[in-house]
């Protein structure tokens, strides 16, 4: 029995089975999305109509204005269809992307805003769609939404590219019978086809016989000046049909990259960037202390060597071959850079000490005077564009200047009070920098610009030392 017993022969080894893969999940496309996508499509013709070549006298102006209110029509009316929640930073892009249009354009300030407005007005759209589509990296702004306007703008619209067309396309079926009750649907596509050839030609006899067009009156004289055929060609001739399309795949593609974000589980997620953030967030304060105090020290020894340069602009006084010109344009240049070291000391400082600057009283102090010297740069880069605005009056890129350093100022300040007392500083400097462009664009530049006698007579090319007549 035990010579049998041992001879049995041991059970074979369970071989483990790699994982499954999660299975691809099949493409679907319900009714609303597909309504969306007509929708969309007159959005893409709106735009190429409205913007790309804009309307003819008295609309033009207004062209802008008219595709936002279609634009904004269409993102509300397909996030309802789909059943987007509501969210209150959506109305706030909304209201921002309508008031830089009406303002600008009921002001005429378009030329003085010139490709800045035209780009930041396009940002708040893509902002507002994306935040009504709950596509956004937050529910409120915050320092990603640098980050939420590259994937509005190119990485949701060109990633989803051709869906539109995929989305119209799922589970036709055409039925092979209609019933009695569908049959009108026939009469209406009839009809449809029927009324270009009638009314084209209807303008063809009107216009071949006079007896005719004056047995038709009035209206006969109408459709004679009217011809179909030519209204079709400027609606639908080769380039605007490519463009047609291509804005269409486009705006769809943002849409429905937008709505299904939250579904896409490839995509980089925002609790990610966070958590990663955490991880690194391992210095301690007394690293980044010893920097920012000898940046802090620079910007003293710096504005001890330079006061005459600097206080130039106060007393009215230029440096040695100095124009006014350049004295402003440098003044205003070395704002946006050093402010723009400044601040990104304080975001890595912020992102990277162990406890974040608000612990650390060393860093938080220097952090102070960092922001201090902004305001005091600020303060010379002001007395400079309020020199040369003196002598030479306002134009276009003075006026956007003026805009940049008061933002400057305020995010400066802002800054410093989150230095003393945290809150969401990220989302706040945003919202005042888009609500005082909004300012910007109800004031009459336009009129300021024209009424002041030195704007076109003066060149500002000419070298001024010393003294500047106050009479000039």
Known sequence: ???????????????????????????FASKQEKISSLLFLGVSVAYVKFVLFGLSYPFAEWSMVLFLFVFFAVVEISARLCKVAFSKESAFWAVAMLA?????????????????????????????????LGGAAESKAGSLIPFDFVRAWFILPFSNFLRNIQVLCYDIKLPRKFSRSKEWLWVAMGLLLALPLLLWSFSTLVQADKIFEHTMGRWGYWLSQWSPLEMLS???????????????????????????????????????????????????????????????????????SQLQYFTGGFLGVLPQK???????????????????????????????????????????????????????????????????????????KRVLAAYAIVVVALWSVL?????????????????????????????????????NPRHSTVESTEIYYGQIDPNF
């Not at 230095?419 to 009459?444: K, M």
């Open 234 to 304: 400027q609606w639908f001739d080769f380039y605007s049909l490519v463009l047609y399309g291509f804005f269409w795949c486009w705006f769809y593609g943002l849409f429905y990259g937008a709505f299904h974000s939250k579904e896409n589980t490839n995509r980089l997620k925002t609790q990610e960037i966070y958590s990663f953030l955490e991880k690194i967030r391992q210095f301690p304060g007394k690293v980044f202390a010893i920097p920012v105090s000898l940046l802090a020290a620079l910007y003293l020894l710096f504005f001890v």
């Open 415 to 451: 800054a410093m009070v989150r230095l003393l007392r945290p809150f969401r500083v990220a989302e706040v400097a945003i919202h005042l920098a888009a609500l005082l462009f909004c300012l910007l664009c109800w004031l009459p530049w336009n009129q300021w610009i024209q009424e």
């Open 322 to 396: 100095y124009t006014v010109a350049e004295y402003a344009r440098q003044g205003f240049f070395e704002l946006l850079r050093i402010a723009s070291v400044n601040l990104g000391v304080l975001v890595v400082c912020q992102k990277l000490a162990r406890n974040g600057m608000e612990n650390s009283r060393v860093l938080r102090w220097f952090a102070m005077v960092l922001m201090a010297c902004n305001l005091l740069f600020v303060a010379i880069a002001s007395s400079k564009l309020g020199l040369y605005i003196s002598c030479f009056g306002l134009t276009p």
């Open 100 to 132: 830089i249009a009406v303002g600008t354009t009921m002001q005429n300030n378009e030329w003085v805003l010139g490709a800045y407005g035209w780009i930041l007005l396009h940002l708040t759209a893509a902002q507002f769609a994306l935040t009504r």
């Open 1 to 27: 029995m035990s010579d049998v017993s041992s001879t049995k022969k041991a059970p074979p080894a369970v071989l483990q089975q790699p994982a499954a893969q999660p299975a691809k999940k099949k493409f």
